[in-house]
């Protein structure tokens, strides 16, 4: 078996209070299932660049959306914002 690369995976202080506050706990389980795997597979292939931001991407996992930036040179995501699709994109 090999080695996978693994990057850390850190979640700003807004995108864990939002992970905390969804009610609904089959979405938080896959929430989570999906954090956890951007550890070994930062760029998974349903990754999709935010246009209008640099170096943001984002996940679908069900209704939510996960966004967050990656850091190749420290091996990090950094898990930005959590949130459902309608709100997720608002600043």
């Known amino acids: 078996m090999t080695d996978v690369a693994r ?3 850190y979640l700003k202080p807004a995108a864990e209070r939002a992970l905390r506050k969804i009610v609904d706990r089959t979405a938080g389980r896959r929430i ?3 954090i956890d795997g951007l550890a070994t597979a930062p760029r998974p292939p349903q990754a999709v660049r935010l246009q209008g931001s640099e170096g943001l ?4 996992t069900g209704d939510y959306r996960i966004i967050y930036t990656i850091e190749d040179a420290t091996r990090t995501v950094l898990i930005a914002a959590i949130g459902h699709r309608r709100e997720v994109y608002r600043r």
């Open 57 to 60: 991407l984002r996940i679908r």
């Open 7 to 9: 990057y850390t995976v």
């Open 32 to 34: 989570v299932r999906a």
